[in-house]
């Protein structure tokens, strides 16, 4: 049959025609769009692999659809065409390579997929451990606040509800007890507890084997449901976790431990911290939750330490307080007897020097009438040892201010070579009586006028000068004043006494020397003491009394020294002393005396 044969054949049945004619158009517009898709997802993602093996299925789908247009020809044209041929020919061609290409295209393509599950459970993986390392990270600074808190404050009950309280919301413990050593140091009694589930005040014996498990334990010991440590409580019963841990908590130093009356310092040095988990919890501990554990333990210990020190320390401020003002109060009490102790002693010595004046008085009285010659001399004696009673009694009264800090010494301008002659000549009349020669020696240099305390010089001088005419039974007593040079005494040991040179100062020297009984060296260290015997052959004993201690201590004040030197028994002594007076160039007026308080206590 020819072509023309077969079209008038198609042509009896047009609308079967007309499908096939639409069915081919169809199906070679879907062959057409096959590599539109192709280019639209390579375009879309540049990193698309087996980009080749795409670019050889988009042509065979052009060569399909350009098969099935050719078959539009074949109702209008002759039907073995040389094109229809050519195209039929190219499609199978191109199909059987693909058929090639998709055998090294489709294993390619389920690797990729087993990659991406992989890839998809590695990045669940790290999802987890992200997690993980997330909620690590918020325990860590849940546990680095709950440290700042209990060791932001230094009260000791204070520190354990916190610790108690912060351990139990960050681990989201069902529970958590503090058990410490008991008075007895033979049970653990229960302190603090979180969710109150456990009777405080419950004991457990401390010789449990456990316990000095924990005990020698740094770390946090795992514990049974059966320990009597959770026992205590009805937790047990319900709690489904055996992941149950202990930590013991060093007791460095606790003496304010009066809650429960525990001991202060107990041979069981450790408390006990117990940690149970949530009801029906299968999760255990972590090993970076349990070293933070341990932490919190560490500076519960070293909190508690702390705050017993600072509470010892404010107690001794306390008590410290108490016996300051006990003792200002005694310290008023004293000031006032003292005060009424030196109203009495000054009434007493105006009293005695009011009934002393009167020893003169009388003997001046008498003078003035008539009496024998012997009558005469002794109420003479009398008159001239007055003088001696009154420097006794400036003896006595000195002591007694130099004691109490009260003494003062007086500053005025005074005629040196007077007051000493004026010394001298109230001691004269008692050498006169022993027959005993008194010189004075006064050296051409000694100023006229100088500044300082005139009566205490006076009372010096005379107190040596008395000694002298005291213990001398016969000779000489000499009295010599000069200018101290301060290059003579430069040679003294540090500890005695150093002499300053000033242009506004002089050092005064007065030497007294006797001929009487003299004194053994080793004795003269003595000599200064109060009520000091001094010895006077062959076995007899004369107190030398307050005047040589109240001369030392004059002297110290004025800033001088005074030394003693004999060279034994029976061979005199002599008597030196140094003290720093002002230069004057002006004779003494009516108003210049000042008084100076004296700090110098010897």
Excluded at 162 to 167: E, F, P, R, Y
């Amino acid at each position: 049959m020819d072509s023309r044969n077969n079209i008038d054949a198609w042509s009896a049945d047009e609308p079967l025609l007309k499908l096939h004619q639409f069915l081919d158009v169809v199906t070679a517009m879907a062959y057409f769009a096959i590599p539109l898709v192709f280019i639209y997802f390579i375009r879309l993602s540049p990193p698309l692999p087996h980009k080749t093996e795409f670019i050889y299925s988009g042509i065979v789908a052009i060569f399909c659809g350009a098969y099935y247009m050719t078959n539009l020809w074949k109702y209008y044209q002759y039907l073995d065409s040389e094109v229809t041929v050519i195209l039929k020919g190219c499609s199978a061609a191109m199909l059987w390579l693909a058929i090639l290409v998709l055998n090294f295209v489709f294993p390619d393509l389920f690797t990729l997929k087993r990659r991406e599950l992989s890839l998809k459970n590695k990045v669940e993986e790290l999802t987890s451990r992200q997690n993980v390392m997330l909620r690590q990270v918020n325990t860590r600074i849940s546990f680095n606040k709950l440290i700042h808190e209990i060791r932001s404050t230094v009260d000791g009950k204070s520190i354990l509800k916190s610790a108690v309280v912060g351990l139990g919301n960050i681990l989201n413990l069902e529970e958590c007890a503090l058990w410490f050593p008991s008075q007895t140091n033979r049970t653990l009694c229960l302190s603090h507890c979180l969710r109150g589930t456990i009777p405080l005040g419950s004991t457990v014996p401390m010789s449990l084997p456990v316990l000095a498990e924990i005990f020698g334990s740094v770390e946090p010991v795992r514990i049974s449901l059966t320990c009597p440590l959770v026992r205590a409580t009805s937790i047990c019963e319900r709690c489904m976790s055996p992941d149950v841990v202990a930590v013991r908590v060093p007791l460095l130093h606790l003496p304010f431990t009066d809650y429960y009356n525990w001991l202060s310092t107990s041979a069981t040095s450790y408390a006990v911290m117990v940690l149970i988990p949530p009801l029906g919890s299968i999760t255990k501990f972590r090993p970076d939750e349990l070293e933070l554990v341990g932490a919190v333990a560490e500076q519960v210990a070293v909190a508690l330490a702390h705050a017993s020190a600072v509470e010892e320390s404010v107690m001794a401020r306390d008590q410290l307080r108490r016996q300051n003002s006990s003792l200002a109060i005694t310290l008023r009490n004293m000031e006032m007897a003292l005060c009424n102790s030196v109203l009495w002693r000054d009434g007493m010595f105006n009293q005695i020097f009011a009934l002393q004046n009167i020893i003169p008085f009388l003997s001046s009285f008498l003078l003035d009438t008539t009496l024998t010659p012997e009558q005469r001399a002794l109420v003479e004696t009398v008159l001239k040892s007055s003088t001696l009673l009154d420097a006794l009694m400036e003896n006595v009264r000195d002591f007694v201010r130099l004691d109490d800090g009260s003494f003062e010494l007086s500053t005025q301008i005074f005629d040196l070579s007077a007051t000493i002659n004026q010394v001298v000549d109230k001691i004269k009349p008692i050498a006169e009586v022993k027959k005993l020669s008194l010189a004075v020696s006064l050296a051409p240099n000694l100023p006229a006028y100088a500044v300082g305390d005139e009566e205490h010089l006076m009372q010096i001088i005379l107190n040596i000068l008395a000694n002298a005419v005291k213990f001398t039974k016969e000779g000489n007593i000499s009295i010599t004043a000069s200018i101290a040079d301060p290059l003579s005494f430069r040679n003294w040991q540090p500890h005695r006494f150093r002499m300053v040179p000033s242009k506004n100062h002089f050092y005064l020297k007065v030497q007294i020397e006797d001929s009487g009984c003299g004194i053994e060296p080793q004795e003269i260290p003595r000599i200064f003491d109060r009520l000091v015997s001094r010895q006077r052959p062959p076995t007899s004993f004369v107190t030398c009394g307050l005047g040589l201690p109240i001369c030392k201590r004059l002297v110290n004040i004025m800033e001088g020294n005074i030394w003693v030197e004999s060279e034994g028994l029976d061979r005199g002594t002599t008597v030196t002393f140094i003290v720093k007076l002002r230069k004057s160039k002006r004779g003494p007026t009516s108003g210049l005396g000042t008084k100076s308080k004296s700090g110098v206590n010897v």
